[in-house]
């Protein structure tokens, strides 16, 4: 083993001498000129042993990309820095799989079909599958994942999203950060903040309240820093009151390096930089794709004085220390853009997640799981000639193959033949084939894509007329949904079964056969409210969505998504949370301790505990939810998630789920102090299985304290 070591060595000496001419050999520094490459030291001191070596012109080579990108595939590239040893910095796009046109990748379904697991360990593998194919992609700076709260139902990235409440997408952004990490690329939690619509998203203004802000929009991003150590932060497009995302002092300044304390770089959206001296000034490390305000404009800005070189200094640490800790330097050569990097593991992967993100919302009568006797009429563009396998936009991936859902049926049907096919452009022939067979699956979708929010809450084209044509055919129709976020249901009550399946990815056909005859047991809940009309919802007005004169107004605060629905007392289609399963559940025993709690530093964290048994005939699993209902003069909405557990269940068996409940559960952001505050009061513990199914109550008395 030694001795093959050796010669590999002594060949790779062979080889430099050969590749490299003497003369580059020469100026090449020895290893103990570059004290920054040694491993052992710390990522603070490596940057700061390098950035003694560094010209200003170096450093602002590391504050822009270059355009046009001179190596195929990434969507941002810095040059790297041979002199001084500084690899390329490689950013490729990857929400739902390696993006910008990369081939041989893994097509992943839509995040927001991952978070309707309810299971950060999915999050997490999904995060290293993105990670490790975009390492062996040469990758350094993967940008994903999208994680900002979703807050108008229409809005076009919505699948590239994980859901409607801010603990909910903390925890799945660290899951799947910590998954990317882990693989070898710096994560980049995106987008930073208030990003919550396409129209008009160059220019639109977010006038949204601190408190707000701070509830509601940062606790993700606050997590992604705080708990998974996202080394970058894209700063959005949008502005936040009155002021573009990458040059805000309250933004970048005050609230992410001193409130998050983020250590990490923050580079701007594709185009989103509009300065030079405030965007440095107030903590934009990085403008992409090129160097319009961070190129000669901020080396003269220097020159003159207008901004001081020890700026400059922190900015490119703030760059650096990330490069460091995640190792990019010491693992120069990790990929490149050609490789095939999918496999049959992440093929796997792929239809698992689909498979895990599922989620049944209706099943009269228990027409599902289907026999595999049984005789289909597939029906719907996205049931077979056009699968709807993933969203629009930069999350693009060029899957390697897509199985349809008439495919992945007739695979795994007893018969192929039973199964047949119709488009549905014909509303006869779609009823006539319905009419033919024992039960009728329509495959309907939405064309989500960034760059446009949706005209409506409805499905487009002919696709309710097809529902209703098809079920007034044969009462024992289901609807697959392949939608990136909520569309209205007209015809819901005409049908007998219906499965959110999301877009699903490259596996598409064989994880919705899986679900449809039960080989798998729907597991999966809602991440966010499907609304019953298109006005019952929290963004109804023309100032809120899609905002007047390029605002949008953040009336409807702290109720956002179900907490809006809970405050109005609006019934919604399908509550947050919600799902069903093929076997039953009963949840029991709640109990809550301590019953009262010091807030502050005596702070101890809460237990709450359930019980809960499968009462049906089949394996499945539960989501147990915690909900924390804050004193009436808190101001806040009647109920909030605070925990959640999945918890697998054979039939008959019972198991305890323990979940605990933090400070943050207890407390309100004061606008006026500008910090958390615990008010003291009786604080209503809710668990059950969706927002509107809570049925085990207990309370927490809570003490009065600052954080
Ligand atoms: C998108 C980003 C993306 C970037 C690079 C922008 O338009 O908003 O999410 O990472 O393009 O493709």
Request: glycine share 10%; with cysteine.
């Amino acid at each position: 083993m030694l001795r093959r070591r050796v010669n590999f060595l002594g060949f790779m000496l062979a080889a430099a001498v050969l590749l490299h001419p003497p003369r580059m050999l020469a100026t090449a520094p020895p290893p103990a000129a570059r004290p920054w490459m040694n491993p052992s030291a710390s990522p603070e001191q490596r940057a700061d042993l390098l950035m003694k070596a560094m010209t200003l012109d170096e450093k602002i080579t590391l504050m822009h990309g270059v355009e046009p990108v001179p190596i195929k595939g990434y969507v941002g590239y810095v040059p790297p820095i041979p002199r001084l040893g500084i690899p390329a910095i490689t950013e490729a796009d990857g929400r739902a799989g390696v993006g910008n046109g990369a081939k041989n990748v893994t097509l992943l379904p839509a995040p927001i079909a991952a978070a309707s697991s309810w299971d950060p360990q999915l999050l997490n593998a999904f995060g290293k599958v993105l990670g490790e194919e975009q390492w062996k992609k040469g990758t350094n700076v993967e940008l994903g994942p999208s994680i900002d709260v979703v807050r108008v139902p229409e809005w076009g990235r919505t699948f590239e999203s994980y859901g409607e409440d801010p603990y909910f997408n903390a925890q799945m952004a660290v899951a799947e950060i910590q998954g990317i990490q882990s693989e070898g690329p710096i994560a980049n939690a995106n987008m930073y903040v208030t990003m919550n619509q396409e129209s008009n998203r160059f220019r639109e203004d977010s006038i949204v309240d601190e408190r707000t802000l701070h509830e509601i929009y940062l606790p993700p991003f606050a997590a992604a820093v705080e708990q998974a150590q996202a080394g970058t932060i894209m700063c959005a497009y949008v502005k936040t009151n009155r002021v573009y995302s990458c040059e805000s002092a309250d933004l970048l300044s005050d609230i992410l390096r001193k409130e998050l304390h983020f250590d990490g770089w923050v580079m701007s959206d594709w185009g989103a930089t509009h300065s030079t001296l405030s965007s440095v000034e107030h903590g934009l490390n990085q403008e992409m794709p090129g160097d319009k305000y961070f190129g000669l404009a901020l080396k003269q800005a220097v020159q003159s004085g207008q901004v001081s070189e020890a700026l400059i200094d922190e900015r490119v640490r703030q760059i650096l220390v990330p490069m460091f800790r995640q190792g990019i330097f010491d693992h120069p050569d990790h990929g490149s853009w050609s490789a095939n990097v999918r496999t049959p593991e992440h093929a796997s992967f792929s239809r698992a997640a689909a498979e895990q993100g599922t989620v049944l919302l209706k099943n009269q009568g228990g027409i599902l799981p289907l026999a595999k006797t049984t005789s289909i009429a597939v029906l719907g563009e996205a049931g077979g000639s056009k699968p709807k396998a993933e969203g629009g936009g930069s999350s693009g991936v060029v899957a390697p193959y897509v199985v349809s859902p008439v495919d992945g049926l007739r695979r795994a049907a007893a018969s192929a033949e039973s199964i047949s096919y119709a488009d549905g452009s014909d509303l006869n022939a779609a009823a006539e084939a319905a009419r033919k067979a024992q039960v009728a699956i329509v495959f309907v979708h939405t064309d989500e894509t960034e760059g446009a929010d949706r005209p409506s809450l409805s499905l487009p084209g002919n696709q309710d007329q097809l529902i209703a044509a098809v079920a007034a055919a044969n009462p024992k129709t289901i609807v697959v949904l392949d939608t990136g976020g909520p569309v209205l249901m007209p015809s819901i009550d005409k049908v007998a079964g219906v499965l959110e399946a999301w877009y699903p990815g490259q596996e598409d056909g064989n994880a919705i056969a899986a679900v449809l005859y039960g080989d798998v047991n729907p597991g999966a809940k809602l991440p966010l409210t499907f609304p019953r009309t298109a006005t019952a919802i929290p963004t109804s007005t023309r100032q809120q969505w899609p905002g007047v004169d390029g605002r949008s107004i953040y009336s409807e605060e702290l109720d956002v998504g179900y907490r809006w629905y809970d405050a109005t007392h609006n019934q919604p289609l399908f509550p947050f949370g919600f799902g069903l399963s093929y076997t039953t559940f009963r949840l029991s025993h709640l109990s809550v301790t301590p019953a009262s709690v010091q807030t502050g530093s005596s702070f101890h964290p809460v237990h709450v505990r359930v019980e809960v048994t499968n009462t049906g005939q089949r394996a499945g699993a539960e989501v147990v939810q915690v909900y924390v209902g804050q004193p009436a003069a808190n101001g806040e909405p009647p109920h909030q998630l605070r925990a959640f557990g999945k918890v697998q269940l054979q039939p008959g068996e019972t198991k305890t789920v323990t979940l605990t409940l933090d400070q943050r559960s207890f407390s309100i952001y004061d606008e006026s102090a500008r910090r958390w505050i615990s008010p003291p009061g009786r604080y209503e513990i809710l668990a059950g299985t969706s927002s509107r199914d809570l049925p085990l109550h207990g309370t927490v008395i809570a003490g009065g304290g600052s954080q």
